[in-house]
């Protein structure tokens, strides 16, 4: 019963998408009649010179804004896991989940109000910001776990060793925690090349990203030019779990092979 109830689910999920890919493959250039193969759509959307720049936006603003916020979360993380005084540790845990809970539409009128007040202009790097902002709270919910887990007998043992703060943090700690640090990751890196609210608030004029177009594109009427885009899209996000399936488990294997 728990399998079929399973089945369904996924089923439920996943129809939408596999039909939006399958009529991304349609000559008759609807949804409702399937009227033959083509490729059409795929080749008028990589002819589309405007769409591949804003291709190359969204991917740079996913990698950079991941790289900083998990350089930026590790870190805090750190911080946490540092503090002596539980009370003052649930506090920040606390601060560090609203934001994670907090509607998409609040953290972007509030990152609009913020911009608009210190006057910066609305484009790339706003939406730079935005994304490292609301991509740090998920790094450090991630790697917090990691940090739990390790042992203070093990920083004692590098300490005794004759390992300075510097060495117990780089050669003890970071190694410890990459698991996390890779699941941060690629998990901010997820949350910025899918966000839609947020970057709808904070981008301006001549710089877009995939989402906000794509919205854009689905307002003027249905175009399977939107199917082709959002199947390329979905290949690209199963690549990018597949491949951080195999890094994690990489990472795991060693970490096995290191304790025995």
Same mark, same amino acid.
Do not use: C, Q
């Given at each position: ?10 089923? #439920?999920?996943?129809?939408?998408? &596999? ?37 190359? %936006?969204?991917?740079?603003? /996913? ?5 900083? $916020?998990?350089?930026?979360? =590790?870190?805090? @993380? ?45 484009? &790339? ?7 490292? /902002? ?22 004692? $043992? /590098?300490?005794?060793?004759? @390992? %300075? ?17 890779? /699941?941060?990751?690629?998990? $901010? ?12 608030? =904070?981008?301006?004029?001549? &710089?877009?990203?995939?989402? =906000?177009?794509?919205?854009?594109? @689905? ?19 199963? $690549?990018?779990?597949? #491949? ?17």
């Amino acid at each position: 019963m728990a399998r079929i109830f399973l089945v369904v689910v996924f089923f #439920i999920l996943y129809a939408p998408i &596999f039909y939006l890919v399958f009529y991304s493959f349609n000559k008759g250039g609807t949804m409702i009649h399937f009227t033959g193969f083509t490729l059409d759509w795929y080749r008028e959307l990589f002819h589309d010179t405007r769409l591949l720049i804003i291709v190359l %936006n969204t991917l740079i603003i /996913a990698l950079l804004s991941s790289i900083f $916020a998990t350089i930026i979360g =590790v870190f805090g @993380a750190l911080g946490i896991y540092t503090l002596k005084k539980k009370r003052t540790k649930n506090t920040f845990l606390s601060l560090n989940n609203i934001l994670i809970v907090s509607p998409d539409v609040i953290m972007g009128a509030s990152f609009l109000i913020l911009f608009t007040l210190i006057g910066l202009k609305l484009g &790339f790097y706003s939406v730079l910001l935005s994304h490292i /902002a609301f991509s740090i709270p998920i790094v450090v919910l991630l790697v917090l776990p990691k940090l739990s887990e390790m042992k203070p007998s093990l920083l004692d $043992a /590098a300490r005794d060793l004759g @390992a %300075n703060n510097w060495n117990v943090l780089t050669k003890v700690v970071f190694p410890y925690i990459t698991p996390g640090i890779f /699941a941060g990751f690629f998990m $901010a890196l997820t949350y910025s090349l899918d966000d839609f609210a947020v970057t709808f608030f =904070v981008t301006g004029n001549g &710089f877009s990203t995939l989402s =906000v177009e794509i919205y854009s594109l @689905a307002r003027r009427g249905i175009s399977l030019n939107i199917n082709a885009l959002s199947t390329v899209l979905f290949v690209v996000t199963i $690549a990018l779990v597949g #491949i951080y399936y195999m890094v994690t488990r990489r990472v795991n294997m060693k970490g096995v092979n290191v304790r025995k």
